[in-house]
């Protein structure tokens, strides 16, 4: 004898089809984006469909996804950093000067900046806090206090408008190893920060899936007070967020100078909107709580794509603004739109 | 319905009526292109299928003195079957990935302007050690012919400085303020250095403006101008700024004169009802053309100008002397 037993459905725990699954990733939209970009190039660009420029690509794209990384995990958390860009700067510049005035070896300049680097993004969350300010204006401040630094600094220890070289002194070679070397992968040059950026992009998104301090991003963007409520500790979590934002701050600047072998002290301004657009291009909502690791990376690749895909059809670069401007609206209608059916369903 | 229909028709009928009446005698695109069609200086145009160049400079957007080279780098184009692709960013980083960018397309040639050599010098040897010939221009002369490039065309900029600073002490100068457009720039700072040099005795000093912000660097100026009489002589750092210097001398009541480095035809009619003094002019028309040139002859015959040395197109000056000669030209904008 057997026995039927009917098990009513709850809609809340059903589980959702695939595709609704899929579709409603927030980096779908970015995807789709960068399929069509890429199509877009591929199409009207030979240099574009030339196996090894895809390291040139890659390594446009890496130098704005490794901040983009950092600052969609901000931005879910719900808040901006305005002085990402400059921070890249400040980063390369405290340590060449530090190691050029002192002649020390570099690394101690390396250390230095890293300390520097992530005690800015500490001095944001902690200003955040205590002031009750929007990030918004507290990170205005910031940017606009280290780009003055970064000018005024520079003329005085360096006696002009950009950093003095370092490569006669102790640990250059081993730094520039580090930073910005590169290796052949097939026909393709794989140069150090696209291995960083991948790096962050695989840690970011495990971070914020599958840890607690993930969740605890999600609802202190979400809904600070309510996360307050249940025990989330959010300010602390802001602040770490902001300590990320100077972490890949610094990896990028050890890159820029050991790259380039100097760095500019104007550099850097502007750079800010860029990793937000990535972030938002992936998926981010300006209001947080919402967005993804991944889409962000993806978001930098369209960056990347378009910035050396305008230049490899060679058309005016002019109008690369607009479409970058274009491109962002797309994106986020097309994530909205996503988003709604994904929902529906 | 029908009375709003007729008010449409009567706007249509004045807009186009307006428009028609509304019609220039002188100015605007019509003479533009008509006055250029006749400028552009060409010699015989090469045959076959068009060869790409890529010029890449340190611009920051929306300076009028690098029309100048675009359009002299556009002439000699023209003139032998290239195709000039012109971009630029002021951010060495960004500019280095342009040069990279331009390998990877395997173009024909480049013309880059080097601001920075140790951000830009590894990537521009990577060119020419790729088989692509590497002219250079405007900025980047003590280590250009070290790299490789086929040739070197501009101006040292702390011999222009130093020349504008005689030519100011020698006109009467005491206090001087040099205004500098761009902070963060090797260039410019040379200039004012140079400046300060050359006019050894008077005193100099530098001041930054906001140069993609006209009203800005007028108020700046003219607070300068205000808070410290004694200033007898602006010089400026480019054509626009000087420009925005007279409306600034005028409005501070000021009776300090101004020079400056670079032209453009505004600039030239301000030379001549005497609102501005002189210009050092570089002569970018001529750095983009050669630049260019330098390329089709070097990939033809086998050419190279300069002998082994930089080629200077400037500093030269333009002044009350020399002026009716110049106005001519700067109208076509090449000069």
Redesign the interface.
């Given at each position: 004898m057997t026995t039927v037993t009917a098990t009513p459905t709850d809609d809340r725990v059903a589980t959702r089809s695939a595709t609704a699954t899929i579709m409603g990733r927030p980096e779908v939209g970015a995807l789709i984006g960068a399929v069509a970009v890429a199509a877009l190039f591929l199409l009207v660009a030979p240099?574009f469909r030339?196996v090894?420029?895809i390291g040139?690509i890659l390594?446009?794209s890496s130098?704005i996804g490794i901040m983009a990384v950092a600052v969609a995990l901000l931005m879910i958390g719900g808040e901006f950093d305005l002085s990402a860009g400059v921070a890249v700067t400040t980063s390369g510049l405290a340590a060449a000067h530090l190691a050029w005035f002192f002649s020390l070896n570099v690394w101690v300049g390396i250390v230095f900046a890293l300390a520097l680097s992530l005690g800015v993004g500490a001095f944001n969350g902690w200003l955040l806090h205590v002031t009750g300010l929007p990030s918004f204006l507290v990170t205005l401040g910031t940017f606009f206090v280290l780009q003055g630094v970064n000018?005024a600094l520079?003329r005085v220890v360096a006696g002009?408008?950009?950093s003095n070289?370092l490569n006669d002194l102790d640990g250059f070679a081993s730094a520039k190893a580090v930073f910005a070397s590169s290796f052949q992968l097939g026909s393709v040059e794989i140069k150090v920060p696209i291995i960083f950026w991948a790096a962050l992009t695989v840690i970011g998104g495990i971070v914020l899936l599958r840890t607690h301090y993930g969740s605890w991003i999600f609802s202190a963007g979400g809904d600070s007070a309510a996360a307050r409520a249940v025990g989330v500790p959010v300010t602390g979590t802001k602040i770490a967020l902001f300590m990320g934002v100077g972490f890949c701050a610094w990896l990028l600047g050890m890159h820029?100078l050991f790259?380039?072998?100097?760095v500019?002290?104007?550099?850097?301004v502007g750079n800010e909107f860029i990793y937000i657009i990535s972030a938002v291009i992936g998926g981010c909502l300006l209001t947080g709580g919402y967005g993804s690791v991944v889409g962000a990376t993806v978001g930098s690749l369209i960056f990347g794509m378009t910035?050396?895909g305008i230049?490899?059809a060679?058309w005016?670069?002019?109008w690369f603004k607009t479409f970058l401007g274009v491109m962002l609206i797309a994106a986020t209608l097309v994530n909205l739109y996503v988003k709604r059916k994904a929902d529906a369903r | 319905m029908i009375r709003s229909k007729r008010a449409v028709g009567a706007v249509v009928a004045l807009s186009a009526a307006l428009a028609l009446t509304a019609c220039s005698s002188s100015g605007g695109k019509d003479a533009a292109d008509s006055s250029s069609a006749a400028a552009a200086p060409a010699a015989g145009a090469a045959a076959g299928p068009k060869k790409?160049i890529a010029m890449i400079t340190h611009a920051a957007?929306g300076d009028t003195f690098w029309d100048r080279i675009r359009k002299g780098a556009d002439a000699a184009a023209a003139k032998n079957n290239y195709?000039v692709?012109?971009?630029?960013d002021?951010?060495?980083?960004k500019q280095?990935?342009?040069i990279?960018?331009?390998i990877?397309?395997?173009v024909d040639g480049i013309a880059v302007t080097d601001p920075?050599t140790?951000?830009?010098g590894d990537v521009i040897k990577k060119a020419i050690a790729a088989g692509i010939p590497v002219s250079m221009f405007n900025a980047g002369g003590p280590d250009a012919l070290g790299l490789g490039a086929i040739g070197y065309f501009g101006q040292g900029e702390k011999d222009a400085g130093i020349a504008v600073g005689a030519k100011a002490k020698a006109d009467g100068a005491t206090n001087i303020i040099c205004v500098n457009q761009?902070?963060?720039?090797?260039q410019l700072?040379d200039r004012c250095d140079g400046v300060t040099e050359g006019a050894a005795g008077a005193k100099v000093k530098m001041i930054y403006v906001n140069g993609t912000d006209d009203s800005a660097v007028t108020t700046t100026i003219q607070a300068t101008l205000t808070q410290d009489k004694t200033v007898d002589y602006v010089v400026t750092l480019g054509a626009p700024i000087a420009l925005d210097a007279v409306k600034a001398v005028k409005a501070a009541s000021s009776s300090a004169k101004i020079g400056t480095f670079d032209t453009n035809e505004q600039l030239v009619a301000a030379i001549k009802d005497k609102s501005v003094q002189f210009a050092v002019d570089q002569q970018p028309y001529m750095q983009g053309y050669l630049s260019v040139d330098s390329i089709w002859w070097y990939t033809t015959n086998g050419n190279t100008l300069g002998g082994g040395q930089n080629v200077a197109t400037g500093p030269a000056f333009i002044d009350q002397s020399n002026i009716a000669a110049v106005e001519k030209f700067a109208a076509n904008g090449t000069r």
């Open positions: 240099a030339s090894g420029n040139t390594y446009g130098t000018l520079t002009g408008v950009s070289s820029n790259n380039y072998n100097n500019q002290s104007g550099a850097g910035q050396l230049f490899y060679g005016d670069p002019d | 790409t957007p195709e692709q012109y971009s630029s002021p951010d060495a980083t280095a990935q342009l990279q960018a331009a990877d397309k395997k920075n140790p951000a830009l761009t902070q963060g720039q090797q700072v």
